[in-house]
C-alpha cells in the first residue's frame, strides 16, 4: 500500500484523492484547511459519472498542516506527495511548502497543476526525486465539501527529465508514472513520455479562454455571442499554436475549433474567471507568463497574449490589493518612478 500525501483539495484534488483511494492501493492523507471541521463532521458529498456518488466519503486521514502529517504518533513516510494547488508562485512557494514530506531519494513529487515551466523549480529544489507532470482534463468544482464532476476524469501523467539527466535516471523515472497511472486507475489516467505536449495543448485553451473570461467576466457562450471568440480568442491561440511549434509541439489544423466547441451547449465559466469573481488570486504566471517568456526564447511575437497577461497583471494587482497582499501608498504615485 502506498502512503501518499495530498496538497490541495479542491474539485480537482478531491477527485484525485477519491480515485487514488478507490484503486486500493493507496493510502491518501489529504491536508484541508478552509473545510476541515466540515469534512471531519461530515465528509465530502461527491458527484461523479466516473467514481459514483458519495455521500460523507474522507480520505485515509484529514489534517490541517502538512507537518501534522508528517509528525503524527506514528511518523509517515509518503511515496507520493500529489500537489493540486493552483500555480500561484508570487503568493506561495510549493517547493517550500512540501519540504517537511518529501524524504530524500524516496518520495515522488506530482504536480497535477495548469500551466507551462512549472516542473523546473520543484526539480531544482529536489535533485535526487523524481518529479511527475500531470495535465488534468477533467471539469468538476468543490464549494464548501460539496463537489461536483461534469466533465470525464481523465489524467496524463508523465515524468519531468532535465535534458542533462542520466538514462538510468530517466528509466527509473518514467517506472515510476506508470506505476502512479495504475495507483490512481488506468481507466482515468495514463502514461506519457512526453507530458509537455500536453501541456502545451491544454495551453491552448487555458491561455486564451480562461484569460478573455476573466477580463471580461463573459462565460463561454457569451464570448461565441458577443463575437470575442471568433475575433480575439481564436487568433490568441493562433499565437499559443505557433509558439507550441517553434518548440517542436505540432497540433492538428483543427486543434483551436476543437478547443472553441469544447463548452457547446454550456454556458461554463472558467476557473480564472471565478478567481476573478470571488477576488481570488490567479495563476498569471504559469499559464500566460510563462508561455509568453517560451515565445521570447524563440524569437516569437505575441501581441495578443502580450496585451491579455499586462491587462491582467493590473486585475491581479487589484485583487492583490483587496487581500492586504500589496498596498498603494497614501501620498500617491508618480509616473516618473515607473515610466
Known amino acids: 500500500m502506498k502512503s501518499v500525501l495530498l496538497i490541495g483539495t479542491g474539485g480537482v484534488g478531491t477527485i484525485a484523492g477519491l480515485s487514488l483511494t478507490l484503486g486500493g492501493q493507496a493510502n491518501v492523507t489529504a491536508v484541508v484547511r478552509s473545510a476541515y471541521d466540515r469534512v471531519i463532521c461530515e465528509g465530502y ?17 484529514v489534517v490541517r498542516t502538512i507537518d501534522e502529517a508528517v509528525n503524527s504518533e506514528t511518523p509517515v513516510v509518503y511515496d507520493y506527495v500529489v500537489v493540486s494547488l493552483k500555480a500561484l508562485p508570487d503568493v506561495y512557494c510549493i517547493e517550500e511548502m512540501i519540504t517537511p514530506a518529501v524524504k530524500l531519494s524516496h518520495t515522488t513529487i506530482v504536480l497535477i497543476q495548469n500551466g507551462i515551466g512549472i516542473e523546473e523549480p520543484l526539480k531544482k529544489a529536489y535533485p535526487y526525486n523524481v518529479v511527475l507532470s500531470g495535465v488534468s482534463m477533467i471539469g468538476c468544482q468543490n464549494v464548501g465539501a460539496v463537489v461536483s464532476q461534469f466533465e470525464k476524469d481523465r489524467l496524463i501523467v508523465g515524468a519531468f527529465l532535465p535534458e542533462s539527466a542520466p538514462e538510468a535516471t530517466n528509466q527509473s523515472a518514467h517506472a515510476i508514472a506508470k506505476e502512479f497511472t495504475e ?21 491552448v485553451y487555458n491561455a486564451t479562454i480562461n484569460p478573455i473570461c476573466a477580463l471580461t467576466l463573459l462565460d463561454t457562450g457569451r464570448c461565441h455571442l458577443s ?35 469544447s463548452d457547446d451547449g454550456l454556458y461554463y465559466r472558467p476557473s480564472m474567471m471565478l478567481d476573478v469573481v470571488y477576488n481570488r488570486p490567479f495563476e498569471l504566471e504559469a499559464i500566460l507568463g510563462n508561455t509568453i517568456k517560451a515565445a521570447q526564447s524563440k524569437g516569437i511575437s505575441c501581441p495578443t497574449l ?34
Not at 488506468?186 to 491544454?202: G, L
Not at 475575433?231 to 475549433?257: G, K, R, S, W, Y
Open 183 to 203: 495507483i490512481y486507475g488506468t481507466q482515468f489516467a495514463e502514461y506519457t513520455e512526453n507530458i509537455t505536449f500536453y501541456r502545451w495543448r491544454k495551453l
Open 227 to 261: 463575437g470575442l471568440s471568433k475575433n480575439l480568442t481564436f487568433p490568441a491561440m493562433q499565437e499559443v499554436i505557433a509558439i507550441a511549434a517553434a518548440h517542436n509541439h505540432i497540433f492538428p489544423d483543427d486543434i483551436a475549433d476543437s478547443m472553441l466547441s
Open 306 to 339: 502580450s496585451l491579455l497577461y499586462t491587462l491582467l497583471k493590473g486585475v491581479l494587482w487589484r485583487v492583490k490589493e483587496t487581500q492586504g497582499m500589496v498596498q498603494a501608498p497614501e501620498e500617491g504615485v508618480k509616473w516618473a518612478a515607473y515610466s
Open 45 to 61: 458529498k461527491i458527484s461523479s459519472p466516473d467514481h459514483g456518488n458519495h455521500s460523507g466519503w474522507r480520505p485515509y486521514r
